[in-house]
């Protein structure tokens, strides 16, 4: 009985010790995992782990004024458009300008004697109108008002603008009389425009205006040109 008694309480002893020394080792697995699940450079068993895939897109030019070397932006990041004062002016301005044109051109087919006129018209008509749309686009992207704060612009005074005289003139003439006055008053109107465009592109930065300046300049010089070999009288 006796010798039952101990080795009953030797079987309690070491069975607390065995429970110490699994608690023991627990924590230090524990520890371990820890320690590797904190480490984000190493995986099971210390691991290092690659890399990560950056999302770093590629490098983007931004385009600088005149003169001055782009800048690139190394780190793939969408760059703000980029626009100055004078390129705002301007097509707040060509907007109107252009209009005018497209108003002078719808009176050609049922006035203009020459059908050379009416295709010249209509060659203004489909070039000038998308210019608009594009440009009032640039506006919006920029969320820039289609007029300047506190009544913006006279555009009377825009180079090339014709009168509400000339335009009225315009519109009650026919045929031969018409021809003249149309080949005049849009020759000199895409002067004008022509003036607006090279001017911006002498200080002009952003990419889409400098673009449509461009457009502009070398259409309506090539329009003048097939405007003058009409020879009209």
């Known amino acids: 009985m ?5 080795r009953r309480a030797g079987f309690a002893v ?3 010790l065995l429970a110490g020394v699994v608690a023991a080792a627990g924590v230090a697995l524990s520890g371990t995992n820890a320690d590797e699940a904190s480490d984000p450079g190493t995986g099971a068993g210390g691991t290092p782990l690659a890399p990560a895939t ?3 897109g590629p490098p983007v030019i931004v385009p600088g004024r005149p003169g001055e070397s782009a800048a690139v932006s190394t780190d793939g990041r969408p760059v703000e458009p980029v626009h100055n004062p004078q390129e705002v002016t301007f097509v707040r301005m060509m907007i109107p300008h252009h ?4 108003r002078m051109a719808a009176m050609a087919p049922d006035r203009a004697g020459d059908p050379r006129i009416r295709a010249l018209a209509e060659r203004v008509r489909v070039s000038q109108l998308p210019e608009i749309q594009r440009m009032r686009g640039w506006l919006a992207e920029n ?9 913006g612009h006279d555009h009377r005074d825009m180079p090339g603008m014709q009168s509400d005289a000339a335009l009225r003139a315009l519109a009650q003439a026919r045929g031969a009389d018409f021809d003249r006055l149309f080949v005049e008053m849009m020759t000199d109107h895409h002067q004008g425009a022509i003036e607006m465009a090279t001017g911006v592109l002498r200080v002009g930065v952003d990419v889409t ?3 449509l300046a461009t457009s502009i300049a070398t259409e309506q010089g090539a329009e003048i040109g097939r405007m003058r070999d009409l020879a009209v009288t």
């Open 209 to 211: 205006v400098r673009q």
């Open 2 to 6: 006796r010798l039952t008694q101990h």
């Open 99 to 102: 209009t005018q044109a497209l």
């Open 54 to 56: 950056s999302e770093v």
């Open 143 to 151: 969320r820039l008002p289609p007029d300047a704060p506190g009544g």
């Open 14 to 16: 070491a069975a607390v």
